[in-house]
């Protein structure tokens, strides 16, 4: 009798494995990947809504290749250990693109494992030199690099700042650290590096090492990371009356920053992005979408949105979801679309990406400076 | 600098301290390490967000910000010692007499349920604390000391004279006695069970306190806060000898000595590591910890 039910037990379990298997693929899967939990959860839902527009855009007119367009949310909590298990996921789960990661060390590992498997990923946001420098065709990004946001930022707090004295911060991750080398190479003979050091992403109390970089009177602090750090950074600065100017890079300009911060706290902080999508023409469209639906639109909405899109007209251009005609056909294809026409370098670089400086002002953001 | 680092210290040691005294009074009368004490303080930080936001919602803060910080305080207490004492009945009392592993997996199941359960009640995301304190500086021997860094020591200090006084008191003393012999303390009349609640009551608000007021200071908190705040506390009480009360205080007040000026002095980029280098070396000189009694092998 034991047996027997042991046996039915078996026999149930393959029955559930079974209906998962047989399930027909009526749907063309689109994975969305990116942190959906933790502290930076924001980014996560900022990716899902804009490119959940862009499957909706596509499903009203028909679909892709006759099929719907299906998203499949991945969620790497901005862990790169994380991030290669849901992109195995993904992977088996048979998606014919991928819009993400958010993080550089996200990016970097998982598109080893989307390389292998021949499926094309296009990044929204990560903007590490690393992610496509390695010879992958599969790999593309349509925001920029941060060798170009660096110098982008090197180049303000030089020429328009005229700084002598800088300090400068990262949180030890690819991104962060990335970005703060860039900048600090690219700064002139000039300016004096006062000091460089970095800090843990989730640690809260930052009192210590910014009374330290207080003593050495900088003119500029620049920081590495991402908003939650950045904002603690300068709420503390304040606390501690280190008055200096903050700056940081593209991974700071969200809304959270300044809700940590305090918009006081937050004032005059400059970020290097891109160009505001408020004066693209071609962007209206998908703003005015997106605020009638979630409300206020987040920094990389649009760039989820495009990517998506990008990836649909492709495989719709190729007849087929076959990784390498879809990742060729990308390559050769020049688009058009709400961030203007876009078209892809070999490495899988947006061929121009101009970085602008932006600044914090009554706890909004503002095209500020122009290279 | 050198003071301002000090004070930097002193807040963030004053809370560890508080959050220790709840992991050793426990050991102190059960020898148990309760790992859940960290998501306590979890709670508390997120009991003062609700708290307050409720009030400032009804108006409250705006009408007079003590009063509605000093009810959200002891609401947060209140909520946390029913955790607190709810945790002892259900997690750890059924199992007093079992072998000393299984209330520690007792513990750590506890820990993460509570983990989980602010997760998918409270969202995954971080949250930002909904009243902003004045930024209101004073001027101190070269060093900026905001209002609430002041208030956070003077509060710490407040509740440790508080518990050392406690402990001289009728109930006090019978806690110590527990503390010294479960059985003897029975015979001579104490009702144990009610001493150990007690104990668990009194650490979950102390817990409850530290969560409010660092909820306050760095303005965001997560599900996770507890863990890594267990972790320093824990640290600190051991540091201080574990059981020991004013081991605890000045365990905690070290640790964040430590952590801040080695964060300032050596490098930011270690800054967890320096507090357990500092264990390891008290623990291989003085394994009972500093305060630490050798303690005799009962029989």
């Given at each position: 009798?034991?047996?027997f039910?042991l ?15 047989s ?10 990947v ?12 900022d ?20 099929k719907k367009v299906?998203?499949?949310?991945g ?6 250990k994380q ?12 998606v014919a693109?991928?819009v ?12 080893d494992?989307?390389n ?7 990044t929204?946001?990560?903007?590490n ?18 060798d170009q ?17 800088v300090?400068i911060?990262?949180?030890?991750t ?13 700064l ?14 989730g ?14 009177k ?9 908003y ?19 700056m ?9 920053f ?15 992005f ?5 004066n ?16 206020e639109?987040?920094p ?6 495009e ?9 719709q ?38 970085y ?10 503002e ?5 | ?10 807040t963030?040691?004053?809370?560890y301290?508080i ?5 050793t009074m ?5 020898e ?21 936001g ?6 409250l803060?705006?009408?007079s910000l003590?009063l ?47 983990q989980?359960?602010?997760m ?37 200090a407040i ?10 008191t009728?109930?006090g ?11 003897m ?5 104490i ?5 150990i ?19 306050s ?6 599900h ?49 590591a320096?507090a ?15 305060l ?8």
């Amino acid at each position: 009798m034991k047996c027997f039910s042991l046996v039915l037990t078996v026999c149930v379990a393959f029955l559930i494995l079974g209906t998962g298997c047989s399930k027909k693929e009526n749907t063309i899967k689109l994975a969305i990947v990116a942190q959906m939990t933790g502290a930076q959860a924001k980014i996560g839902s900022d990716f899902k809504n804009g490119g959940g527009i862009a499957a909706e855009e596509w499903n009203a007119k028909g679909g892709v290749l006759g099929k719907k367009v299906e998203i499949i949310l991945g969620d790497d909590q901005a862990d790169p250990k994380q991030a290669v298990e849901v992109a195995n996921k993904l992977v088996n789960e048979g998606v014919a693109g991928i819009v993400g990661h958010y993080n550089s060390s996200c990016s970097i590992p998982a598109s080893d494992v989307y390389n292998r498997a021949n499926i094309t990923m296009i990044t929204p946001a990560s903007t590490n030199p690393l992610v496509t420098e390695r010879g992958y065709r599969n790999v593309l990004r349509i925001c920029g690099r941060d060798d170009q946001q660096g110098k982008v930022a090197a180049d303000f707090a030089s020429k328009r700042l005229a700084i002598k004295r800088v300090a400068i911060i990262h949180d030890k991750t690819t991104y962060g650290q990335g970005l703060a080398d860039e900048f600090r190479k690219n700064l002139g003979r000039g300016i004096e590096v006062v000091y460089a050091g970095g800090i843990t992403i989730g640690d809260k109390d930052f009192k210590p090492v910014l009374t330290s970089i207080k003593d050495k009177k900088p003119d500029l602090i620049y920081f590495g990371g991402i908003y939650p750090e950045t904002g603690l950074l300068v709420k503390q600065a304040r606390e501690v009356e280190l008055m200096a100017p903050f700056m940081s890079g593209d991974g700071s300009i969200d809304p959270k920053f300044v809700e940590i911060a305090g918009s006081k706290s937050a004032e005059g902080t400059y970020l290097t992005f891109s160009p505001d999508p408020k004066n693209i023409p071609a962007a209206r469209g998908f703003m005015e979408k997106y605020a009638a639906k979630y409300g206020e639109m987040g920094p990389y909405s649009i760039y989820a949105y495009e990517a998506a899109n990008i990836l649909l007209t492709a495989i719709q251009a190729a007849g087929t979801t076959d990784g390498r005609a879809v990742m060729e056909k990308i390559h050769s294809m020049e688009f058009n679309g709400s961030l203007g026409k876009i078209k892809f370098t070999e490495k899988g670089d947006v061929a121009q990406s101009p970085y602008v400086v932006w600044i914090t002002k009554n706890g909004k953001f503002e095209e500020y400076w122009k290279p | 600098m050198l003071f301002q680092q000090v004070i930097n210290g002193l807040t963030l040691g004053s809370v560890y301290a508080i959050i220790a005294l709840g992991y050793t009074m426990v050991y102190g009368i059960l020898e148990l390490i309760n790992f859940a004490h960290g998501e306590i303080y979890m709670l508390g930080a997120y009991l003062g967000i609700i708290f307050l936001g409720i009030f400032t919602t009804m108006g409250l803060t705006a009408y007079s910000l003590p009063l509605a910080v000093f009810l959200t305080v002891v609401l947060a207490i209140f909520f946390c010692s029913a955790y607190g004492f709810t945790m002892e009945k259900v997690a750890y009392k059924p199992l007093r007499n079992a072998p000393r592993l299984s209330p520690l997996i007792s513990a750590i199941g506890v820990s993460i349920f509570l983990q989980n359960y602010v997760m998918i009640t409270q969202g995954a995301t971080d949250r930002v604390f909904p009243y902003r304190f004045g930024e209101k500086h004073l001027h101190f021997m070269n060093a900026e000391v905001t209002w609430l860094q002041g208030s956070i020591i003077a509060v710490s200090a407040i509740l440790m004279i508080s518990l050392h006084m406690f402990q001289k008191t009728r109930m006090g003393k019978a806690m110590r006695a527990t503390a010294q012999d479960k059985t003897m303390a029975a015979l001579v009349g104490i009702n144990v069970d009610s001493i150990i609640s007690l104990t668990f009551v009194i650490g979950a608000g102390l817990a409850a306190v530290a969560g409010v007021m660092v909820a306050s200071y760095y303005g965001l908190v997560n599900h996770f806060i507890g863990y890594v705040a267990g972790i320093k506390a824990f640290t600190a009480a051991v540091l201080g000898g574990i059981g020991s009360i004013p081991g605890a205080m000045l365990g905690g007040i070290i640790l964040g000595l430590i952590e801040s000026t080695g964060a300032a002095y050596i490098s930011s980029e270690y800054k967890d590591a320096y507090a357990f280098v500092i264990l390891i070396i008290i623990l291989l000189i003085k394994p009972s910890g500093i305060l630490g009694r050798h303690t005799e092998e009962k029989v």
